[in-house]
């Protein structure tokens, strides 16, 4: 009677709750970081680690050497080591260079401590890591979302100045109009300055031939000029001679015609007649003084004109290759000139494009600097523990074991219900053969031998139910029905017992704790049914010890009422099909007899 309750209670017992109990874990913490420089200051986050895990006191801790460790994880004073290396901080900062590198936390164990104390390390080891991931993501982030702010304030500047480009832009674009226009006139009046060059250009290639006939005329006039001067001398002398002579002659005539007695009226009349041809005479006189007057300026005017066509023969050949040339400069002039004109043309698209370019990269800018918004410290902070540690996991428990011990608690409960009836049948015979030697009613031989392991179990099961709630504390979503399918899963398994027991005596015994055994192994006590082979598998929806673990999980943690229903319903068929197995097996002997009744196994 008291077997399920040491198995049952014992084994709950000491899996009460043994993740509280892994501070009382020996474990090594070896701390090599030397540290590094980020951002100009000195960081260690090795020492930073070790504080924490030291802190979080979830194993025993003690920070040893390297040597140390090792020795204690080999003899098992330690049940593993956690060991931060040298470079641990150079590797973790270089994630924000071009050559980035993992740091290491080298985790060391030896399974001949404790195989479990491993796998706990591991996952250790991996909170450790996610510990490390987590605070060197959040110190990267906040280095990253400050680069971000850096970049919005540049974009700012960088779109401040981009418009006063625009505006430059613009003003530029608007001096090449002008410019082109400039130069379109530039080449047009280039242009016609040719065509005008051209002309005279041909009129001056006969100048020079020109220019020395009128220096040769010039020259003959000039001496001409001379000749003349010096006649007109000599003519005005003669003719001064003249008017004084006929002044002369006209008073001789006068006394003359006076003395011969002519009336002073004819003589009168006669020099009067004589007077016309003096006023002519004086007439030309005049006429011969003023040219001798003027004849020397003439003469002095003509050497002048000659020696000005002279100068001007002398200079016309010069004078026509320097049209020639003026004509030739302004075709390339003309050439230049369009030339300048298109290009232009072209600074003046070009520059529209480039107005038109920067002004949309003006936009742009004040778009991009606008896209990211401007944070403060605190900001950047909650920011980067966000980034860092982006997902939380909330978990919604529909049921909920209350630790480790009662997780456990369905699967070692039936397993104690198994074991506390298959050790009653070591003591109890399965069948009374007096009973069936003296009765003739099979069905009440079968129900006498079941329900005295039955009955039995049932005080096991509510003497471990007790146990289980009061004194190891477990929580019971349903107590009664609970106690109750505890009570229906100890008939069952005292029917299959009987059952085998009757059916094949002995090898039926031995039967009952093989089937213990496979029911260990397929009943999901522990991992879930779907990690089994095939053929456990297949076994776990058969046997009843699964349909025992499931039904208390579903009572014990508040799951569903009708899967426990439904659990109970397949014991329930378990249990009658083994009454009626023991019930044949008794009709069987209370009609005839075996070798096997008369002569019983010497281990039965």
Not at 80 to 103: E, K, M, R, W, Y
Not at 301 to 317: C, K, R
Not at 527 to 551: E, I, N, R
Request: proline fraction near 4%; charge should be negative.
């Amino acid at each position: 009677m008291l077997v399920p309750l040491l198995y049952g209670g014992l084994y709950l017992w000491a899996n009460r709750d043994p993740y509280a109990a892994l501070d009382r874990v020996p474990a090594a913490l070896v701390v090599q970081d030397e540290g590094t420089t980020v951002d100009g200051r000195q960081v260690t986050y090795g020492a930073d680690i070790a504080t924490s895990i030291e802190k979080d006191a979830t194993f025993d801790w003690s920070t040893v050497s390297a040597s140390a460790a090792a020795r204690g994880v080999q003899n098992g004073t330690y049940d593993f080591s956690i060991t931060l290396p040298v470079d641990f901080s150079a590797n973790l900062a270089s994630a924000a260079t071009d050559s980035p590198d993992q740091g290491l936390v080298v985790l060391r164990t030896n399974d001949t401590n404790s195989y479990l104390a491993t796998t706990i390390a591991g996952q250790a080891a991996e909170k450790i890591r996610a510990q490390i991931a987590r605070q060197v993501g959040e110190e990267a982030a906040d280095r990253f979302l400050l680069g971000f702010s850096d970049i919005r304030s540049s974009l700012t500047d960088a779109a401040a100045g981009a418009g006063s480009l625009a505006s430059g832009a613009a003003d530029a674009a608007d001096g090449a109009a002008a410019l082109r226009d400039g130069t379109a006139s530039v080449a047009t009046g280039a242009s016609s300055l040719q065509d005008g060059l051209d002309q005279l250009s041909a009129g001056a290639a006969a100048l020079p031939g020109s220019t020395v006939t009128l220096a040769a005329g010039a020259r003959s006039t000039s001496d001409g000029a001379a000749a003349l001067s010096v006649g007109a001398s000599r003519l005005a002398a003669s003719s001064a001679a003249v008017t004084g002579g006929y002044s002369q002659a006209r008073g001789a005539l006068e006394q003359q015609l006076l003395a011969a007695g002519t009336p002073q009226a004819q003589v009168d009349a006669l020099l009067a007649g004589l007077d016309q041809y003096g006023a002519s005479v004086s007439a030309l006189n005049e006429g011969v003084q003023s040219l001798a007057a003027q004849a020397p300026a003439l003469a002095d005017g003509s050497a002048q004109v000659a020696d000005g066509a002279q100068q001007l023969a002398d200079a016309a050949p010069g004078l026509a290759d320097g049209i020639a040339s003026a004509d030739a400069g302004a075709a390339s002039l003309t050439t230049g000139a369009q030339q300048a004109a298109d290009g232009a043309s072209s600074l003046s698209a070009g520059t529209d494009q480039v107005a038109a370019g920067v002004a949309q990269l003006r936009d742009s800018l004040q778009k991009g600097a606008g896209d990211i918004p401007a944070t403060t410290d605190s900001q950047r902070s909650v920011q980067a523990s966000a980034v860092a540690d982006p997902v939380a996991v909330e978990t919604q428990a529909v049921t909920k074991a209350t630790d480790y011990g009662a997780g456990l608690a369905p699967f070692f409960l039936t397993l104690a219900a198994w074991i506390g009836i298959y050790a009653l049948f070591l003591i109890v015979k399965p069948l009374s053969r007096r009973a069936i030697t003296a009765l003739a009613s099979p069905w009440k031989v079968t129900l006498a031998g079941w329900l005295t392991p039955g009955l039995l179990g049932v005080v096991q099961a509510a003497t471990l139910f007790v146990l289980t709630t009061t004194v190891l504390g477990f929580g019971v979503a349903s107590p009664a029905p609970m106690l109750a399918f505890m009570a229906l899963t100890s008939l069952t398994f005292a029917a299959i017992l009987l059952a085998l027991n009757a059916l094949l005596g002995s090898v039926g015994q031995f039967l009952g704790l093989v089937l213990m055994v496979v029911q260990l192994v397929t009943a999901a006590g522990t991992f879930p049914w779907q990690t089994l082979p095939g053929p456990l598998a297949a076994l776990h929806h058969v046997l009843p010890m699964s349909y025992g673990v499931d039904g208390l999980r579903q009572l014990m943690y508040g799951g569903s009422g009708a899967t426990a229903l439904g659990d109970a319903a397949v014991l329930l068929g378990w249990l009658l099909v083994a009454l009626a197995a023991t019930l044949l097996t008794t009709g069987r002997m209370t009609r005839a007899r075996t070798l096997r009744d008369l002569r019983p196994s010497l281990i039965g």
